[in-house]
């Protein structure tokens, strides 16, 4: 997945401002005007959080708290590529650990980074849904499952180069 | 005027698991050769069949019924179609008719009837099929009749706890308030579990019309699915279901031509395991943390925006169809003891024939494991397996004559929970099982009570010690007392059930704790984004 660069002459507050004044007629508007921020601007950025707190009326610590306890909301936005690799118990009992060794050798990173050219984001997810079929790993919005150290290396420099 | 070929109809799954291996790829490489060899193909999108290991599971109607080739990879097309893959024709990747295979018979498919069979976003294939049976029949008798059927049903809520589904729509139907909520709670979260994600993609409708049935019985005009973000095909499904459904009139105002509005929305999660526990996707769903609250008040009477509010799991809401449209009697019929009707049991993690093996209660775990099963994937001895997701216990082999049924399981220290199973083989560090289920609570834990919060990590530090070697004896009595106060003390399910893998492994397994298989272990470290939220 490549996240947006924000729209040129549009500034933060504008896409938040608009954003809400989309939304905000929605019971409990705030994860959908999240997801629609972050889904234009690649992430929910710092300084959003005022706007938002002061368009919806609440406090700067409520919209904090919201944006912090979801893991999908980044502060900033993820690499060209993202990779997420599926952890939880099922990818496990087929070899998913060791997907997470080869990306770290292979490729220096541990889950949770972005490379520092922002070229690539390694992150663990628990549970993608595909348990039958693991291990599965996650590559820009696409699911792959069954897959090895040497399919994930194609995954990641195939999606990379393109 | 030239005959023309009359075309013949594939189906190709667009089931997200079919697509992890390849089957967007074999779709298109089916319409290739169909335009190659002159043969007119009407291509099929549909569920999956839930047999997961022969997908992408290409199927060819014919005369005979619909005939199964499976795995299929898009390299193999060319050659399944020159064998006569249009007509049916032999070929090493045939399985046969699909309705007749022995895994396909022996079940007892309700809830699953039409995945897999169907186009999931067709309106005539789901009226086909028996669609919309349950709710005209519902929409004749009064809400206390619909209740009284439920509750005569025996069903119980399918996402884990089991709490009988006719009590707690009774209580709803029972409060006097004029904005009532039926949500349907989709955040499918537990590792090893699919079917709610299979039956949003595989046969929409038929969650739309067990909620509108719910909102029927209970007085409610709004509804809310709530779909976890790794889902996204989850969520384009149901969003495109409610717009037909809509259009059609069984959603919105006068649904049917009768006198009940309802509306139905789908929210996106935000990647929080814990909104799968109810209270904590209420709060999520009004915009907030998605912090656990406590009980009571109960979601029944005091739930969304505190308006009484029914929340049942999909698997739940998606039996109710059925239960209505055959009555509650034959539903009833099925199951053992207290455990009625059937569980949609999914067989995942490292298993030759994983998918969806929907059978009545009482159908052994051994049964499940090695019949539908076929063992490991890796052609290993079993060694252990986790029934009812990451909350549930670690059940060795000497225990598979345990019945699926929610009493059985637990007086034997397990949970059936949601029917998930994860196989592991002899290879599996029950130890790092352990250490993991600590591990995925301090990631996940919403944090607002502290045996949750504090104890999962110094979960992980006291197992990582006995591991170590240090004091054994004195850190398992250690780590004992901390899986009592986490049951114990914890709000919610996720503190409270997290002990049950960790003591079952220990006590099915102690070996692992005190000689580690593999020494030294390298702990995986929680990346960077989880452990802001766990501090």
């Not at chain 2, 239960?323 to 999914?346: H, N, P, Y």
């Not at chain 2, 499940?368 to 397996?385: D, F, I, N, Q, S």
């Not at chain 2, 019945?403 to 083989?425: I, K, L, P, Q, T």
Request: aromatic share 6%; with cysteine; proline share 6%.
């Amino acid at each position: 997945m490549t996240t947006t660069e924000p729209q040129p002459g549009r500034t933060v507050t504008e896409v938040v401002t608009d954003t809400v004044a989309a939304l905000e007629g929605q019971r409990g508007a705030l994860l959908p005007i999240l997801h629609a921020i972050q889904e234009t601007l690649g992430c929910v950025p710092r300084e959003a959080v005022p706007v938002l707190a002061e368009r919806l009326n609440l406090s700067r610590a409520d919209v904090h708290g919201v944006v912090s306890f979801y893991h999908d909301f980044r502060a900033e936005p993820a690499g060209r590529t993202t990779v997420k690799i599926c952890r939880a118990e099922a990818c496990q009992a087929v070899g998913s650990s060791r997907l997470v060794e080869h990306v770290r050798d292979r490729y220096g990173m541990e889950l949770g980074e972005t490379r520092s050219d922002g070229a690539l984001t390694v992150d663990q997810v628990f549970c993608l849904g595909n348990c039958a079929l693991g291990p599965t790993v996650q590559v820009g919005a696409r699911l792959h499952g069954r897959v090895d150290a040497a399919k994930l290396t194609q995954l990641i420099d195939s999606a990379m180069a393109s | 005027m030239s005959p023309v070929t009359p075309s013949v109809t594939v189906y190709v799954p667009g089931d997200s698991a079919a697509r992890s291996v390849g089957a967007d790829d074999v779709a298109e490489a089916v319409l290739r050769a169909g335009a190659r060899v002159g043969q007119p193909v009407h291509l099929v999108r549909n569920g999956t069949r839930g047999m997961l290991w022969l997908e992408p599971l290409v199927e060819v109607v014919t005369p005979e019924g619909r005939i199964g080739y499976g795995p299929v990879e898009a390299a193999d097309v060319d050659g399944l179609v020159d064998a006569g893959l249009f007509s049916g024709g032999e070929h090493p990747k045939r399985v046969g008719v699909i309705d007749d295979l022995p895994w396909m018979t022996s079940q007892d498919r309700l809830t699953f009837a039409r995945v897999g069979v169907v186009d999931p976003l067709s309106p005539e294939d789901f009226l086909t099929h028996g669609g919309l049976r349950g709710l005209r029949r519902a929409l004749d008798m009064s809400p206390d009749e619909v209740v009284e059927e439920m509750t005569a049903s025996g069903l119980r809520g399918r996402g884990g706890a089991g709490f009988p589904a006719g009590i707690k729509w009774k209580t709803v139907l029972g409060c006097d308030e004029a904005l009532k909520f039926v949500c349907c709670n989709a955040d499918e979260g537990d590792s090893g579990t699919f079917a709610d994600r299979m039956v949003m993609e595989g046969d929409p409708f038929l969650l739309i019309e067990g909620m509108t049935i719910a909102a029927h019985a209970v007085g409610a005009t709004e509804g809310f699915v709530y779909i976890r973000s790794e889902y996204p095909a989850a969520v384009a499904t149901m969003r495109a279901a409610i717009e037909i459904a809509t259009w059609h009139g069984w959603l919105g105002d006068g649904v049917l031509g009768t006198s009940l509005n309802f509306s139905l929305q789908v929210r996106v999660g935000g990647g929080a395991y814990i909104c799968g526990e109810e209270t904590s996707m209420l709060e999520s769903l009004e915009g907030k943390r998605g912090e656990v609250r406590a009980k009571p008040p109960i979601p029944a009477i005091h739930g969304l925006f505190g308006q009484p509010t029914l929340v049942n799991n999909v698997l739940t809401l998606t039996s109710v169809p059925a239960i209505l449209a055959d009555g509650a009697a034959a539903f009833q019929a099925l199951g053992v003891e207290r455990s009625r009707g059937t569980q949609v049991f999914q067989l995942g993690g490292n298993i030759r024939r994983g998918g969806v093996v929907e059978k009545a209660f009482g159908v052994t775990l051994g049964e499940l494991v090695e019949h539908y099963g076929g063992g490991t994937r890796t052609g290993r001895p079993v060694r252990a397996v986790q029934v009812g997701g990451p909350l549930g216990a670690y059940v060795p082999p000497s225990d598979f004559g345990l019945r699926m049924d929610y009493e059985e399981f637990a007086a034997s220290g397990a949970m059936v929970g949601h029917g998930g199973v994860v196989v592991f083989d002899d290879t599996v560090d029950m130890a790092a099982q352990a250490r993991f289920a600590m591990e995925f609570c301090a990631a996940e834990s919403c944090g607002k009570c502290t045996p949750c919060r504090i104890g999962s990590t110094r979960g992980v530090e006291v197992i990582d010690r006995i591991v170590a070697g240090e004091n054994p004896d004195e850190n398992l009595a250690l780590l004992e007392d901390l899986c009592e106060v986490m049951t114990e003390g914890s709000l919610c399910a996720m503190g409270g059930l997290t002990p049950l893998p960790v003591r079952s492994a220990l006590t099915h397994f102690a070996g692992d704790f005190l000689e580690p298989r593999i020494r030294p272990r390298r702990p995986l470290p929680l990346s960077t984004a989880q452990r802001t939220d766990t501090t």
